[in-house]
């Protein structure tokens, strides 16, 4: 058997000439060579369970950003709502000063013009 040799008799020319595995062994691997990666049923079983896991944590930010945003809209349409109520308010708070203010103009007036009356 040539792998008992000693490594200061071989040179580069007889490890070239020589087979690195018997034959037996080359086609036993060939299917890794051809493209189907040489992985363990526990490896693949691992990438799934990650894959899993990637998938939910995905899939928990997609519905933390969509109730993110539904508040984020429900708040904005409350301040809308608020605003608009807020300027209703001082419309009818100008509405009520101007009815005031007519009310004492025109008591003013009676009053100037009673006074005029003989």
Do not use: Y
């Amino acid at each position: 058997s040539h792998a008992s040799a000693e490594p200061n008799n071989l040179s580069v020319g007889t490890c070239e000439a020589e087979p690195q595995c018997p034959p037996e062994l080359e086609r036993s691997e060939s299917p890794r060579r051809s493209g189907t990666p040489d992985i363990s049923a526990e490896e693949i079983e691992e990438r799934a369970q990650e894959s899993q896991v990637r998938e939910k944590a995905a899939i928990h930010l997609q519905a933390t950003a969509r109730v993110t945003l539904a508040r984020r809209i429900a708040a904005s349409k409350t301040a809308a709502k608020a605003e608009m109520a807020a300027e209703q308010a001082r419309e009818e708070v100008k509405l009520r000063e101007a009815q005031e203010e007519a009310e004492v103009v025109v008591g003013v007036t009676v009053m100037l013009k009673g006074k005029q009356l003989p």
